[in-house]
């Protein structure tokens, strides 16, 4: 049975779907997000959508279980970050789950700037992370600082981005974030 959300791009269990790099590939390994359409043929093991589906939640923070012990066993990271997923939800509950959304939205937007404008083709998933791990405050002021020094018309995709990229992890590294998914 399919099952469908209304916003497939923040998950149920914390994840943001809409910053994940599985989110932007073409083909078959594509993932929809969260309950978007054809999720449950790429996602028929998920664990947790059974239990928030039982309790009637949208999503996991609003059980009073939480968090229970399936939050457990995500100490590593695959496509998308798991870091943050605790905080994420955190914010969502204090600002409120629109304003969460609204959050993200401004991110995906960043993200798919990014992807368009400055992947030489080998940095979708480093986007991605960075996106997903830094505030949004700080990465909108990074993506202005990408702009202003790569006004040039001159400058090839492969400049770009090796600018964008520096500019993302000396950010990254006066806030003690490392840029990686942990394996």
């Known amino acids: 049975m399919e ?30 997000g969260c309950g978007g359409e054809g999720f449950s043929e ?17 999503y996991c923070y609003l059980c009073d279980e939480f968090p229970c012990k399936k939050y457990d066993k995500w100490d590593k990271d695959s496509f998308i970050t798991h ?12 600002i409120g789950i629109s304003a969460y ?14 992807l368009a404008n400055y992947n030489d083709g080998r940095r979708k998933s480093f986007y991605c992370i960075t996106v997903n791990l830094l505030e949004l ?16 018309d001159n400058l ?12 993302f992890e000396t950010l990254a590294k006066e806030k003690n974030i490392i840029l990686k998914l942990r394996k």
Do not use: W
């Not at 405050?137 to 040039?152: A, C, H």
């Not at 770009?160 to 990229?165: L, T």
């Open 3 to 32: 099952y469908k959300r209304k916003y497939p791009l923040f998950s149920a269990c914390g994840l943001n779907c809409g910053l994940c790099p599985r989110y932007y590939t073409d083909g078959d390994s594509r993932c929809p």
């Open 42 to 58: 790429k996602h028929c093991s998920c664990s947790i959508l059974p239990c928030i589906q039982r309790k009637g939640l949208e």
């Open 156 to 167: 090839t995709i492969k400049e770009k981005s090796s600018i964008a990229v520096k500019l």
């Open 83 to 94: 870091q943050n997923m605790m905080k994420d939800f955190e914010k969502a509950k204090t």
């Open 137 to 152: 405050s700080d990465v909108k002021y990074v993506l202005n600082q990408i702009k202003k020094e790569t006004k040039s």
């Open 101 to 114: 959304k609204k959050e993200l939205n401004e991110k995906i937007k960043i993200l798919e700037d990014l």
